[in-house]
């Protein structure tokens, strides 16, 4: 709790100092922009009180952990797995593969959908969804389209992203969305598609 106080004295601190362009400001500095400002604030105090769950990627240090305010509790990784920036495509996993990683259950994918609003928008350059939840968190998901045997298809038209739900013997539930719609549905399991982690508390 004092480690969590002194953070929140800092942060508090440098937004409404004059010096809070200083350079070891950089770390509270959400937006980039060289000053601290609300929205960083918003972040940072957020991040400290969720433990280390963010409303929004603040730097380049990934993966963070996003707040989306979600009932069970599930926080999301601002990037794919193995992605520079929340933008990245990153890696692309056959189902079986992906369960390596710490994948969203079927039940999380749909509680995202349910307690979020949408946006088909662009990010550095990217086309994919803004997921934005009632407390002001927000995660973007690239359209990444997928790989299969003929080769890589869909960029910049619609994402798939694995869930760690099977379906039958050999596909899955997956996050499936486009321009105009999202939703969940199932996929052949051999496929290369997107992963996005998630951490339930």
């Known amino acids: 709790m004092k480690n ?17 362009v200083i350079a070891q400001s950089s770390k509270y ?5 060289g000053k601290i400002d609300m929205t960083d604030v918003t972040a940072v105090v957020n991040a400290i009180l969720w433990d280390d769950a963010y409303l929004a990627c603040p730097d380049n240090g990934h ?11 599930t926080k999301w990784a601002c990037c794919n797995i193995e992605g520079q920036k929340p933008s990245s495509w990153g ?14 259950t079927l039940d999380q994918i749909k509680e995202l959908v349910a307690n979020t ?3 088909w928008t662009t990010l550095n350059g990217t086309k994919g969804l803004k997921f ?28 798939n992203y694995w869930s760690s739900t099977p379906y039958g013997e050999r596909s899955a539930y997956v996050l499936n969305f486009d321009a105009y719609s999202v939703k969940w549905d199932w996929l052949d399991g051999g496929d290369e598609r997107s992963v996005r982690t998630v951490r339930r508390d």
Do not use: M
């Not at 500095?29 to 922009?33: A, K, S």
């Not at 993966?63 to 509790?73: E, F, M, V």
């Open 117 to 119: 609003t949408t946006e």
């Open 4 to 20: 969590h106080l002194k953070q929140l004295l800092i942060v508090l601190s440098l937004c409404a100092s004059p010096l809070g």
């Open 132 to 159: 934005t939840a009632s407390n002001g968190g927000s995660i973007f998901l690239p359209a990444a389209g997928y790989v299969w045997a003929a080769g890589q298809t869909g960029n910049g038209d619609f994402g």
């Open 91 to 104: 890696k692309y996993c056959t189902f079986t593969k992906a369960q390596q990683y710490n994948l969203p």
């Open 29 to 33: 500095d959400v937006n980039g922009d």
């Open 63 to 73: 993966p963070h952990w996003i707040n989306l305010g979600l009932p069970s509790g």
